[in-house]
């Protein structure tokens, strides 16, 4: 049987769900890679809702076996992966929806977080005028999620750790954003961020892990500003590198500034909310990776007041 690494076995606690899926998870993968003909070939690796593998094919291509718990949010990845046929993201060469899995082409190891932030920012804001393309029909719509978000947001009141006016700006926001057009004008990745930006073969850098939506374009910055916050911190004026990576996104992508700036104070203050609710349904009190990433995201949205 394949062990599930420390991490994703820790998830067991998000709910009664996540346990019994964990619990299945060695068996499943072991029946998949019987199913489809794979050997393991190194260690199980994991993101935050999915397994891993690195696997070699009967013909002897090496490939990646990833068996996801299947959230809501990521159920357009499949239909995504297709519609983007290799170009500028990862290559699907099978997948299983009821059973999570997917065969995906071998990437990496090398990813973003060997560049420095702001050539990583540059190559990211390139990728997503590739992976912005017309939506296919069977791609969920990000209006209903960000509008079901935004209700979660709200009905928290006083008890979102952050300060009000950002949570009325990201309401206010996110309301008017979501009742555009662009709302469903482009294939919207989702979580594009330095771990999801693997080195390839084909192409020198490919997008991995989609949630996949039909969306706006606009939607995608803010996970290139949470993460690596180190680097940030380092800076010694964290609000001026959180906007220096801004505008490098913004101009490599040629997106809209203020539907960007908007779009990163909406994103983070739902990603305070999921925190909130994350730690209610564990029945305990905020962690303190909690507590750092709604720091995260109250100083991410506190950098976006400073563009107009």
Known sequence: MIAIPPGLAEQAELGPDWAAWLDGLPRLASEVCADWDLTPDGPPQHGFCALVL???GADGDRLMLKLSMGERDNAGEVEALKAWRGLGA???????????????????????NALDPLDACEIVG???????????????RLTGFVLEWLADLAALGRDVPAPPRFVQQALSAGRALA?????TSAIVHGDLHYDNVLAGRREPWLAIDPKGFAGDPAYE?????????DDLVASGDLGNAL????YTLVDASGLDERRCRDWVVVRSMIGVSWEVRDARAAGRPLSAEQRDWITRCVTT???MQAVE
């Open 301 to 303: 949205a506190k950098a």
């Open 90 to 112: 990862v290559r699907l060469e099978a997948a299983d929806p009821h059973r999570g899995a997917l065969l995906l082409e071998r990437l990496g190891p090398a990813d973003l």
């Open 243 to 246: 906007r220096e990576r801004f």
């Open 221 to 229: 910055l803010a996970p290139m500003l949470w993460n690596r916050w």
């Open 126 to 140: 390139r990728l997503m005028s590739r992976l912005h393309v017309p939506p296919t029909p069977r791609l969920p």
């Open 54 to 56: 690195p696997v070699t």
């Open 179 to 183: 009742s555009d057009r662009a709302m």
